[in-house]
Protein backbone atom coordinates (compact mmCIF):
# COMPACT_ATOMS: atom_id res chain seq x y z
CA UNK A 1 0.00 0.00 0.00
CA UNK A 2 2.65 2.26 0.67
CA UNK A 3 3.98 2.27 -2.87
CA UNK A 4 0.31 2.93 -4.23
CA UNK A 5 0.11 6.17 -1.44
CA UNK A 6 4.27 7.25 -3.13
CA UNK A 7 3.06 7.23 -6.26
CA UNK A 8 -0.13 8.97 -5.94
CA UNK A 9 2.34 11.30 -4.29
CA UNK A 10 4.75 11.86 -6.81
CA UNK A 11 1.92 12.39 -9.38
CA UNK A 12 0.96 15.19 -7.30
CA UNK A 13 -2.21 13.90 -6.95
CA UNK A 14 -4.75 15.41 -4.28
CA UNK A 15 -4.31 14.85 -0.88
CA UNK A 16 -6.92 12.76 1.14
CA UNK A 17 -6.50 12.12 4.90
CA UNK A 18 -8.11 8.40 5.72
CA UNK A 19 -9.23 7.24 9.10
CA UNK A 20 -10.38 3.67 9.67
CA UNK A 21 -12.17 2.82 12.25
CA UNK A 22 -14.02 -0.14 14.19
CA UNK A 23 -17.62 -0.75 15.52
CA UNK A 24 -17.80 2.83 15.79
CA UNK A 25 -21.91 3.82 16.42
CA UNK A 26 -23.48 4.95 13.42
CA UNK A 27 -24.68 7.93 14.73
CA UNK A 28 -21.52 8.77 16.12
CA UNK A 29 -19.76 7.84 12.80
CA UNK A 30 -22.48 10.01 11.17
CA UNK A 31 -22.21 13.21 13.24
CA UNK A 32 -18.26 13.21 12.55
CA UNK A 33 -18.83 13.18 8.53
CA UNK A 34 -21.53 15.65 8.95
CA UNK A 35 -18.97 18.01 11.30
CA UNK A 36 -15.82 17.32 8.29
CA UNK A 37 -18.51 18.20 5.18
CA UNK A 38 -19.01 21.60 6.83
CA UNK A 39 -15.73 22.65 8.84
CA UNK A 40 -13.18 21.19 7.29
CA UNK A 41 -11.15 22.15 4.08
CA UNK A 42 -9.55 18.81 3.10
CA UNK A 43 -10.39 15.60 1.89
CA UNK A 44 -11.28 12.73 3.96
CA UNK A 45 -11.81 8.71 3.26
CA UNK A 46 -13.35 7.14 6.87
CA UNK A 47 -13.62 3.20 6.68
CA UNK A 48 -15.95 2.34 9.53
CA UNK A 49 -15.81 -1.80 9.88
CA UNK A 50 -19.09 -2.42 11.48
CA UNK A 51 -21.30 -0.58 14.03
CA UNK A 52 -23.01 -1.87 17.56
CA UNK A 53 -26.08 -3.12 17.40
CA UNK A 54 -28.62 -3.10 14.85
CA UNK A 55 -30.06 0.59 13.60
CA UNK A 56 -32.10 1.88 11.06
CA UNK A 57 -30.50 4.75 9.30
CA UNK A 58 -32.77 6.99 6.96
CA UNK A 59 -32.63 9.71 4.52
CA UNK A 60 -33.27 13.05 5.07
CA UNK A 61 -36.37 13.08 3.43
CA UNK A 62 -38.30 9.34 3.89
CA UNK A 63 -41.06 9.29 5.52
CA UNK A 64 -41.38 6.73 8.26
CA UNK A 65 -44.27 5.15 8.14
CA UNK A 66 -43.64 4.49 3.96
CA UNK A 67 -40.04 2.42 5.11
CA UNK A 68 -40.46 0.79 8.17
CA UNK A 69 -42.30 -1.68 9.89
CA UNK A 70 -43.00 0.46 12.88
CA UNK A 71 -44.09 -1.74 15.76
CA UNK A 72 -41.70 -4.48 15.06
CA UNK A 73 -39.29 -2.00 15.36
CA UNK A 74 -41.00 -0.29 18.97
CA UNK A 75 -41.53 -3.76 20.16
CA UNK A 76 -37.69 -4.82 19.80
CA UNK A 77 -36.75 -1.46 20.74
CA UNK A 78 -34.70 -0.59 17.42
CA UNK A 79 -33.07 2.78 17.05
CA UNK A 80 -33.82 4.84 13.96
CA UNK A 81 -31.77 7.43 12.68
CA UNK A 82 -32.35 10.14 10.35
CA UNK A 83 -29.77 11.31 8.75
CA UNK A 84 -27.86 14.49 6.92
CA UNK A 85 -27.98 13.21 3.46
CA UNK A 86 -30.34 11.61 0.80
CA UNK A 87 -30.82 8.26 -0.25
CA UNK A 88 -33.22 5.34 1.08
CA UNK A 89 -33.40 3.44 3.83
CA UNK A 90 -31.11 0.82 5.55
CA UNK A 91 -30.47 -1.33 8.74
CA UNK A 92 -27.09 -1.91 9.77
CA UNK A 93 -25.27 -3.85 12.11
CA UNK A 94 -21.54 -5.28 13.22
CA UNK A 95 -21.93 -6.90 9.77
CA UNK A 96 -22.31 -3.55 7.35
CA UNK A 97 -19.18 -1.93 6.65
CA UNK A 98 -19.28 1.74 5.64
CA UNK A 99 -17.24 4.11 3.38
CA UNK A 100 -17.42 7.49 3.33
CA UNK A 101 -15.26 10.05 0.77
CA UNK A 102 -16.09 13.99 1.29
CA UNK A 103 -14.17 15.30 -1.10
CA UNK A 104 -13.70 19.48 -2.40
CA UNK A 105 -15.85 19.87 -5.07
CA UNK A 106 -12.21 20.47 -7.73
CA UNK A 107 -10.47 17.16 -6.30
CA UNK A 108 -11.39 14.52 -8.29
CA UNK A 109 -10.71 16.11 -12.05
CA UNK A 110 -13.94 14.87 -14.41
CA UNK A 111 -16.10 14.75 -11.10
CA UNK A 112 -18.82 17.39 -11.69
CA UNK A 113 -20.49 18.45 -7.93
CA UNK A 114 -23.76 16.72 -9.05
CA UNK A 115 -25.37 13.56 -7.75
CA UNK A 116 -24.78 11.73 -11.18
CA UNK A 117 -21.51 12.52 -11.89
CA UNK A 118 -20.35 11.78 -8.54
CA UNK A 119 -22.45 8.68 -8.32
CA UNK A 120 -20.53 7.36 -11.91
CA UNK A 121 -17.15 8.18 -10.63
CA UNK A 122 -17.80 6.09 -7.53
CA UNK A 123 -18.85 3.37 -9.65
CA UNK A 124 -15.32 3.59 -11.66
CA UNK A 125 -13.47 3.81 -8.05
CA UNK A 126 -15.21 0.51 -6.91
CA UNK A 127 -15.22 -1.68 -10.49
CA UNK A 128 -11.56 -1.81 -9.27
CA UNK A 129 -12.21 -2.84 -5.84
CA UNK A 130 -13.83 -5.48 -6.69
CA UNK A 131 -11.77 -6.40 -10.54
CA UNK A 132 -11.59 -10.26 -10.88
CA UNK A 133 -14.01 -10.70 -7.92
CA UNK A 134 -17.34 -11.02 -8.96
CA UNK A 135 -19.64 -9.35 -11.40
CA UNK A 136 -20.01 -5.74 -9.88
CA UNK A 137 -22.18 -3.46 -11.72
CA UNK A 138 -23.74 0.62 -10.85
CA UNK A 139 -27.10 -0.02 -10.77
CA UNK A 140 -28.95 3.45 -10.84
CA UNK A 141 -27.71 4.45 -7.31
CA UNK A 142 -27.00 0.99 -6.33
CA UNK A 143 -23.50 -1.81 -6.13
CA UNK A 144 -24.62 -4.49 -7.21
CA UNK A 145 -23.65 -8.66 -8.08
CA UNK A 146 -25.11 -9.48 -10.92
CA UNK A 147 -28.40 -7.95 -10.26
CA UNK A 148 -28.23 -8.15 -6.18
CA UNK A 149 -27.35 -5.48 -4.66
CA UNK A 150 -24.69 -5.16 -1.96
CA UNK A 151 -23.78 -1.86 -1.38
CA UNK A 152 -26.56 1.16 -0.78
CA UNK A 153 -25.47 4.92 -1.41
CA UNK A 154 -26.05 8.65 -0.14
CA UNK A 155 -24.42 11.80 -0.90
CA UNK A 156 -24.84 15.74 0.35
CA UNK A 157 -23.52 18.48 -1.82
CA UNK A 158 -22.66 21.32 -0.27
CA UNK A 159 -21.18 25.17 -2.20
CA UNK A 160 -17.19 23.38 -2.23
CA UNK A 161 -17.51 19.66 -1.20
CA UNK A 162 -19.63 16.66 -1.69
CA UNK A 163 -20.03 13.56 0.36
CA UNK A 164 -20.70 10.09 -1.06
CA UNK A 165 -21.12 7.57 1.57
CA UNK A 166 -21.57 3.88 1.34
CA UNK A 167 -23.04 1.65 3.50
CA UNK A 168 -21.87 -2.58 2.46
CA UNK A 169 -23.94 -5.73 3.19
CA UNK A 170 -20.75 -7.58 3.99
CA UNK A 171 -23.32 -9.98 5.96
CA UNK A 172 -26.50 -9.45 7.55
CA UNK A 173 -29.42 -11.23 9.96
CA UNK A 174 -32.27 -12.14 7.76
CA UNK A 175 -34.53 -10.92 10.71
CA UNK A 176 -33.25 -7.27 10.33
CA UNK A 177 -34.16 -7.37 7.14
CA UNK A 178 -38.22 -7.38 8.32
CA UNK A 179 -37.94 -4.28 10.19
CA UNK A 180 -37.76 -2.93 6.52
CA UNK A 181 -41.01 -2.42 4.46
CA UNK A 182 -40.96 -2.52 1.04
CA UNK A 183 -40.11 1.17 -0.54
CA UNK A 184 -42.72 2.46 -3.42
CA UNK A 185 -40.24 4.24 -4.95
CA UNK A 186 -37.89 1.48 -5.61
CA UNK A 187 -35.32 0.85 -8.16
CA UNK A 188 -36.48 -0.18 -11.72
CA UNK A 189 -34.32 -2.87 -11.87
CA UNK A 190 -35.88 -4.41 -8.34
CA UNK A 191 -39.23 -5.36 -9.67
CA UNK A 192 -41.20 -6.44 -6.80
CA UNK A 193 -38.34 -8.95 -5.14
CA UNK A 194 -38.66 -8.91 -1.30
CA UNK A 195 -35.26 -7.62 0.48
CA UNK A 196 -34.35 -10.87 0.77
CA UNK A 197 -34.23 -11.93 -3.18
CA UNK A 198 -32.80 -8.42 -3.61
CA UNK A 199 -29.77 -8.06 -1.54
CA UNK A 200 -26.97 -10.41 -1.30
CA UNK A 201 -23.97 -11.20 1.10
CA UNK A 202 -20.15 -9.47 0.38
CA UNK A 203 -19.01 -12.65 2.74
CA UNK A 204 -19.63 -14.57 -0.16
CA UNK A 205 -16.99 -13.03 -2.37
CA UNK A 206 -13.86 -11.57 -0.52
CA UNK A 207 -13.04 -11.23 3.49
CA UNK A 208 -13.48 -8.27 4.94
CA UNK A 209 -10.38 -7.30 5.23
CA UNK A 210 -9.43 -7.85 1.91
CA UNK A 211 -12.14 -5.22 0.29
CA UNK A 212 -10.93 -2.65 3.08
CA UNK A 213 -7.23 -3.13 1.40
CA UNK A 214 -8.74 -3.04 -2.28
CA UNK A 215 -10.73 0.13 -1.22
CA UNK A 216 -7.37 1.73 -0.06
CA UNK A 217 -5.71 0.54 -2.64
CA UNK A 218 -8.09 2.18 -5.28
CA UNK A 219 -8.42 5.28 -3.69
CA UNK A 220 -4.37 5.83 -3.35
CA UNK A 221 -5.03 5.46 -7.44
CA UNK A 222 -6.86 8.59 -7.31
CA UNK A 223 -5.45 10.42 -4.63
CA UNK A 224 -1.78 10.80 -2.00
CA UNK A 225 -3.51 8.57 1.09
CA UNK A 226 -2.22 10.07 4.49
CA UNK A 227 -3.85 7.38 7.65
CA UNK A 228 -4.67 9.61 10.70
CA UNK A 229 -6.21 9.18 13.71
CA UNK A 230 -9.12 9.88 14.99
CA UNK A 231 -8.24 11.98 17.76
CA UNK A 232 -6.28 13.66 15.64
CA UNK A 233 -9.15 15.06 13.59
CA UNK A 234 -9.34 18.94 13.89
CA UNK A 235 -13.12 20.08 13.90
CA UNK A 236 -15.63 21.07 16.04
CA UNK A 237 -16.82 18.64 18.98
CA UNK A 238 -20.19 17.01 19.17
CA UNK A 239 -21.38 19.57 21.38
CA UNK A 240 -20.25 22.35 19.89
CA UNK A 241 -21.84 21.70 16.72
CA UNK A 242 -25.81 21.84 15.91
CA UNK A 243 -26.20 18.16 13.25
CA UNK A 244 -28.85 17.59 11.43
CA UNK A 245 -28.42 13.76 11.85
CA UNK A 246 -30.58 12.80 15.01
CA UNK A 247 -31.82 9.84 16.45
CA UNK A 248 -35.42 9.78 16.17
CA UNK A 249 -37.58 9.64 19.67
CA UNK A 250 -39.64 6.99 20.59
CA UNK A 251 -42.49 9.51 20.85
CA UNK A 252 -42.00 10.08 17.18
CA UNK A 253 -41.62 6.88 16.68
CA UNK A 254 -45.53 6.18 17.91
CA UNK A 255 -47.09 8.81 16.54
CA UNK A 256 -46.01 7.37 13.18
CA UNK A 257 -47.44 4.17 14.38
CA UNK A 258 -50.72 6.02 15.93
CA UNK A 259 -50.89 7.34 12.20
CA UNK A 260 -50.96 4.12 10.57
CA UNK A 261 -53.06 2.14 12.85
CA UNK A 262 -55.76 5.66 12.18
Same mark, same amino acid.
Given at each position: ?MS ?7 ? !??P ?6 L? !? =?P????? *????R ?25 ? !??L??? /? ?9 ? #?I??R?T +???? =??V ?6 ? %? ?9 N??P? #???I ?25 V????KF +? !? ?8 R???? %?S ?8 N? $????? #? ?6 R ?7 F?C ?7 ? $? ?8 A ?5 ? /? ?5 ES?? /? #??V??? /? *?T ?7 E?Q???? %????
Amino acid at each position: MMSVMGKASEA !GLPLMKLVKLR !G =VPILQQL *HLEERLLRTSSDNWCLINDGTSSPTIVMGLS !GKLSEL /VEVKPVLQDHI #PIIRRFT +GGGT =VIVDQNTIFV %TMICNKDAVSNVQPF #PRSIMEWSGLLYNKVFEGIADFHLRENDYVFGDRKF +G !GNAQSITKNRWIHH %TSFLWDYEVKNM $SYLRL #PAKAPQYRLTRSHLDFVCRMKEYLSR $SEFIERTIKAIGGQFS /VKSTGLESID /V #PSVSEY /V *HTTRLLTEKEIQETSC %TIQT
